[in-house]
């Protein structure tokens, strides 16, 4: 008996362990590149170089200068608007039960978005910058809300909401180009860069500003794994096993509204992360939610910080928005999936 439950114990404590072995190499190669995006630029600085002024701190010298003051701040916002996005995305995906599903493609993105153009075309010189983020946030949460509601007929089908979150992400994409025609003619082109998505010129004051939404949203997520994993076995199974699938629902889109919002408020309406990183997580750990979301925040962070990096090498001196090469890569994985789906349905 004992070496029969001996035998059954050992495979899964080998599966977990190569999970664990995934995620360490994981960050080792967020480490990596972290070092080499922070010694990259005009001024090229030596890799062992860079990992001793991070060790040591000395920001007095022309090196230190570079990479405390401008590239330490970008790579880390980069960092926690990837693993932002990517998380949104993995509870997206679990709640609505379709690979499909992500904060642009539900519309939880163009909510953000669509708030924050009006903010930048009409209250920004008034109020600053520092009032942007509570907008996106509330625009996030009301689209969110509002898909919910008008998804809702007898409980809330995840199909219908996909249908009700692309509709309403049409919606909001006009009433963002409406804001843009009308809005002065500077604040129309930063907007537009805003728009495409861009970690150009972040400060301190942006990741520190960043860091409590995740700081506090990710753990609680974390914490939520198990009901995660309960919400993509159906509704029936679901209230079977004693879970209020309503009440949950709301909890988690909450939660991936708050972290999409959050995140877009200081990286601009980037695409994609929320869709590539869980599959890509999702084929190194499997489906468990408690390591995927785990997982996924270190892919997406990886992602991020991987675009912005070519945005600033691959057509120097020019500085491109991180979001073109996210949408680069996102687009023609979308359809990638779109077919697969629709292959297997066949």
């Known amino acids: 008996m004992k070496a029969r439950l001996k035998g059954r114990i050992r495979p899964l404590l080998q599966r977990e362990r190569l999970k664990g072995t995934k995620v360490t ?60 996005l990517a998380v949104s995305g993995v509870v997206l995906q679990g709640v609505v039960r379709n690979p499909l599903a992500s904060p642009d493609i539900v519309g939880v993105t163009s909510g953000a978005s669509m708030v924050a153009v009006f903010y930048l075309a009409f209250l920004n010189e ?24 008008f998804s809702w007929k007898k409980g809330v089908s995840p199909f219908r909401m996909i249908l009700v979150g692309l509709g309403v992400s049409a919606l909001l994409e006009a009433g963002k180009t409406l804001f843009l025609i009308f809005s002065p003619i500077f604040l129309t082109s930063q907007a537009q860069i805003w728009i495409t ?3 150009y010129g972040a400060k301190w004051e942006n990741v520190f500003a960043l860091l409590p939404w995740i700081g506090v949203l990710f753990p609680l997520l974390l914490m939520m794994s198990r009901q995660l994993d309960i919400q993509i ?19 988690l889109i909450g939660i991936a509204s708050a972290l999409a919002g959050s995140a877009i408020a200081y990286v601009g309406g980037i695409g994609f992360i929320g869709l590539m990183a ?48 996210t949408a ?7 359809l990638y999936l779109l077919m697969k789906k629709k292959s297997k349905e066949v």
């Not at 590149?33 to 990992?51: E, F, K």
């Open 278 to 325: 869980p599959h890509i997580a999702r084929r190194l750990v499997g489906g468990s939610h408690f390591v995927l979301l785990i997982a996924s925040a270190i892919v997406g962070a990886i992602l991020l910080g991987g675009a912005d990096l070519m945005g600033r090498l691959l057509f120097q001196p020019k500085d491109i928005a991180a979001g073109v090469f």
């Open 197 to 199: 998505g861009t970690i």
């Open 25 to 84: 190499l994981l960050l080792l190669l967020l480490a990596v590149c972290g070092i080499i995006s922070i010694g990259i630029g005009t001024l090229w600085i030596n890799p062992l170089r860079v990992i001793q002024l991070l060790f040591t701190g000395d920001s007095h010298s022309t090196e230190g200068l570079v990479v405390w003051n401008f590239r330490m701040p970008r790579f880390l916002l980069a960092v926690l608007a990837g693993a932002a």
């Open 126 to 149: 008034q109020w600053g910058f520092g009032f942007m983020p509570l907008f996106t946030f509330a625009g996030a949460a009301l689209v969110s809300f509002f898909i919910y509601l």
């Open 328 to 334: 680069v890569l996102g687009a023609p994985f979308f």
């Open 233 to 251: 076995l159906g509704e029936e199974t679901t209230i079977s096993l004693g879970g209020r699938v309503q009440a949950q629902r709301i909890a």
